[in-house]
């Protein structure tokens, strides 16, 4: 079945500094890549939509020149938190959506903690 | 838009009991609808889905069935399992090739032996 994986699956980093995380489709080709942001004991929240090759769509609220992705191949979509501080710290779950039939697929997540 | 609720939880089941978690939705149109299931740590899997009214999905002992008359979604199984303990959220999605899953709020299941 579709498999996607994402990188890494834990993160720990000083305030100030970015972290880019990582979701790669292994067997299909991801036309849309979805980025989630879980708080413990919530739901997910979307966060922003991309498609290869194209800007990304983010969701009201959300500040993309500090949530950056980039979805350059059909493959690989990017997640970079800029200047991070520790509000940002969080469960981040990214999901795939390929064409014929491949529904959504999700990674297995990346816990952030920003010290 | 589309929303999708979910009973407050947690809920806690001695094992071999019977589950049900209601999910009701509002959507236009005719939306497909899933259950996802969260292990502790972990990303999100798909439980099982249906993508039109009357369908029934199935999957590892759970069951739901698209009732478009009550715009519902109800998980069900009949023997819960310690293995089972997990959240579980519902979602829908609207259709077409961009289209973003809406998730209800997520419900922690919890079974103890």
């Known amino acids: 079945g579709a498999v996607v994986s994402q990188h890494p699956s834990r993160v720990i980093c000083k305030s100030g500094t970015s972290v880019k995380i990582e979701c790669r489709s292994l067997?299909?080709?991801?036309?849309?890549m979805f980025w989630y942001r879980q708080f413990p004991k919530q739901s997910l929240m979307l966060m922003a939509t991309s498609n290869e090759g194209s800007k990304a769509t983010y969701e009201q609220g959300v500040e993309k020149d500090k949530f950056l992705i980039n979805h350059a191949s059909l493959t690989l979509s990017t997640l970079t938190v800029t200047s991070a501080h520790p509000e940002d710290s969080s469960f981040y779950i990214c999901?795939?959506?390929?064409?014929?039939?491949?529904?959504?697929?999700f990674g297995s997540g990346t816990r952030l903690t920003v010290v | 838009g589309n929303s999708v609720t979910q009973m407050e939880g947690p809920v806690t089941l001695s094992e071999e009991a019977f589950l049900t978690i209601n999910c009701t939705y509002t959507?236009?149109?005719?939306?497909?609808l899933f259950w996802y299931v969260q292990y502790p740590g972990e990303g999100l899997q798909l439980l099982l889905k249906a993508t039109k009214a009357d369908d029934k999905g199935s999957n590892k002992g759970f069951e739901a069935t698209y009732r478009k008359e009550t715009t519902s979604f109800h998980l069900e199984k009949g023997s819960v399992q310690v293995s089972d303990s997990a959240v579980y959220f519902c979602a829908l999605s609207g259709g077409g090739a961009n289209s973003k899953l809406t998730f209800g709020k997520g419900i922690t299941l919890s079974v103890r032996p």
């Open positions: 067997d299909f080709q991801a036309t849309t």
């Open positions: 959507a236009t149109g005719y939306p497909s």
């Open positions: 999901s795939a959506r390929g064409g014929q039939g491949v529904g959504y697929t």
